[in-house]
C-alpha cells in the first residue's frame, strides 16, 4: 500500500507564492501520472495540473502560466510551485497517484489567498 502526505499549505496575500509537496511512502514502479486538484466549497473537484512517467504535463488554463508541477524521483515526490496567487486560487488541494493497478489521493491541504 501507498500513503500520500501533502504539506506546503497556507494563507498567503494575493500575488505571493507557495509550494506544494507531496510524498509517497515508497518508491513506485508502475506510475502513469501524478497531478494536483482542487476544491472549493460548493464547486466541483478539478483538475490543476498533471504529469506524465515521460515528463509531459498539463495545466487548466487559469493557471498557466502561474503554477508549475515537477517531480523528484529520488524523494518520491511531485510539487506544485504557484506564483501570482488570487484570492480564487483558494481551495483544498489534493494530490493524486495513477499506477497500472491502483489510485491514491493524498489528505488534503489548504491554501487561502487573502489580504
Known amino acids: 500500500q501507498v500513503q500520500l502526505v501533502e504539506s506546503g499549505g497556507g494563507l498567503v496575500q494575493p500575488g505571493g507564492s507557495l509550494r506544494l509537496s507531496c510524498a509517497a511512502s515508497?518508491?513506485?514502479?508502475?506510475?502513469?501520472?501524478m497531478s494536483w486538484y482542487r476544491q472549493a466549497p460548493g464547486k466541483q473537484r478539478e483538475l490543476v495540473a498533471a504529469i506524465t512517467r515521460d515528463g509531459s504535463t498539463n495545466y487548466e488554463d487559469s493557471v498557466k502560466g502561474r503554477f508549475t508541477i515537477s517531480r523528484d524521483n529520488a524523494k518520491n515526490t511531485v510539487y506544485l510551485q504557484m506564483n501570482s496567487l488570487k484570492p480564487e486560487d483558494t481551495a483544498v488541494y489534493y494530490c493524486?497517484?495513477?499506477?497500472?493497478?491502483?489510485?491514491?489521493w493524498g489528505q488534503g491541504t489548504q491554501v487561502t489567498v487573502s489580504s
Open positions: 515508497r518508491s513506485i514502479f508502475s506510475i502513469v501520472a
Open positions: 493524486k497517484l495513477l499506477t497500472a493497478r491502483t489510485l491514491y
